[in-house]
């Protein structure tokens, strides 16, 4: 009876030392700038609801292209870690209608999905993270999103490629890829 009561006592324990603790998803910020990675049986939450703003599907256009995107709201889990985050789907047509990029049917886990990752200490801005088609030659980086009016209805949509070394075994002739999306808030974006 002894031992059974000791056992107990001892999944108990471990039980409880697994809590989870909740942070709020605005503090994933802090994280990063820390270097110290996020602490075991984290679960960075949107208990501000700071990320429902951007959820729906908005349009815009940019130098002939229509841009098409899907923004969704997400948990993840990674291990120990879990964290409510926004994934973006896009599409993207040229003036004539014809599809230049489309991921609205692939996996969330494919590397051409754009993931979220924290927003500005303001918390006027999202940044997610984006590797493209030919990404090892330059179109990769990270976007930002933010929302231009009280209704939240306009969004802009910036981008900044990762500086990275290319080389002639991945970019033939060092050609750097076409980018996804203009660099800076170059699109205006319309929630549908």
Do not use: H
Not at 16 to 34: F, H, L, N, W
Not at 71 to 88: A, M, N, V, W
Not at 126 to 132: H, K, V
């Amino acid at each position: 009876m002894k031992k059974i009561f000791i056992l107990g006592f001892i999944i108990l324990s471990t039980i409880s030392c697994r809590a989870q603790t909740i942070v709020p998803v605005e503090k994933m910020g802090d994280y990063i700038d820390a270097g110290d990675g996020i602490p075991d049986n984290t679960y960075l939450k949107d208990v501000n609801n700071l990320l429902t703003k951007f959820v729906g599907t908005w349009k815009g256009n940019y130098q002939g292209k229509d841009y098409t995107l899907y923004i969704s709201k997400t948990t993840s889990k990674y291990e120990t870690i879990t964290r409510d985050r926004l994934l973006i789907r896009y599409l993207i047509t040229s003036s004539n209608g014809s599809v230049l990029e489309n991921t609205q049917s692939i996996p969330d886990n494919s590397p051409y999905i754009i993931a979220g990752s924290y927003f500005s200490k303001d918390l006027a801005v999202y940044a997610l993270n984006f590797g493209g088609k030919n990404s090892l030659c330059g179109n990769a980086g990270t976007v930002f999103i933010r929302t231009k009016n009280a209704a939240n209805t306009l969004m802009s949509l910036g981008f900044e490629p990762n500086k990275i070394m290319i080389s002639e075994d991945t970019c033939p002739g060092f050609k750097l890829a076409e980018l996804t999306f203009p660099r800076n808030n170059s699109i205006m974006l319309t929630k549908q």
